[in-house]
């Protein structure tokens, strides 16, 4: 049972270059989401998905895509990295979207140049 | 929409003082309450919740405490050692067109002094 688990770790990116980071779980957990964390700002919501097949936004859903064709897999696109997404995102899943403990994956440093 | 916000923004403390951190929340749907630590390049971590239903909840050193009429809670962590120094996050759960997702605070850095 590995929990969450995210890909890359690291990356730097140049830009206008796309990327996917990956985001796959486990332990069969209905909903996911993307946060990013920058200093001082906490985590901020940017795209969630409540079941294969239903994503939605979050607060900062611009410059991302999302989709969720599996319960176990939920890959975070850029379209067209931009330096303001330079940050470190995390990818979190939970058995239920409300009051249930969410588990966060170990995270993905994101540098754009 | 929610809006939690989060103080203080940093907390030093000597070893075996008790820390206290404040949230405050905007919506008075929220029900859920989470508390997470985040070590230094680490994931965040559950540490304590809190549902709308209980005052008070406490594990160990760690307690949590909620007033939904002034819309607040807050972390309390006793007899603190060297191991709490820690970056915080409360969160709130969220109602409305997000459905329960988290909103998180900005979070408080623990220093812990030995």
């Known amino acids: 049972n590995a929990g969450v688990t995210q890909t890359p770790k690291f990356q730097v990116l140049k830009t206008g270059q796309s990327m996917t980071l990956q985001c796959a779980q486990d332990?069969?957990?209905?909903?996911m989401s993307w946060y990013r964390q920058d200093p001082g700002m906490g985590l901020r919501l940017i795209h969630y998905?409540?079941?294969?097949?239903?994503?939605d936004q979050g607060e900062v859903p611009n410059g991302y895509n999302v989709s969720r064709s599996t319960t176990e897999d939920f890959p975070l696109r850029l379209l067209s990295a931009a330096p303001s997404q330079t940050s470190v995102y995390f990818c979190?899943?939970?058995?239920?979207?409300?009051?249930?403990?969410?588990?966060f994956g170990e995270g993905s440093w994101l540098t754009v140049v | 929409g929610e809006n939690v916000e989060q103080h203080p923004s940093t907390l030093s403390v000597q070893e075996g003082d008790s820390a206290v951190i404040k949230c405050t929340y905007s919506?008075?749907?929220?029900?859920?309450f989470p508390w997470y630590k985040q070590e230094l390049g680490k994931r965040p971590q559950l540490i304590i919740d809190?549902?709308?239903?209980?005052g008070e909840k406490k594990d160990q050193r760690i307690a949590v405490t909620l007033n939904k009429t002034a819309k607040h809670f807050s972390l309390h962590i006793t007899e603190t050692q060297p191991e709490d120094s820690a970056v915080y996050f409360c969160?709130?759960?969220?109602?409305?067109?997000?459905?329960?997702?988290?909103?998180f605070g900005k979070g408080t850095k623990l220093s812990v002094k030995p």
């Open positions: 969160a709130a759960s969220y109602y409305g067109g997000s459905q329960g997702n988290l909103i």
């Open positions: 809190i549902r709308s239903n209980v």
């Open positions: 998905s409540v079941g294969a097949g239903i994503t």
């Open positions: 979190a899943s939970s058995d239920s979207l409300r009051g249930n403990t969410i588990y």
């Open positions: 919506d008075s749907a929220s029900n859920y």
């Open positions: 332990m069969n957990h209905e909903y």
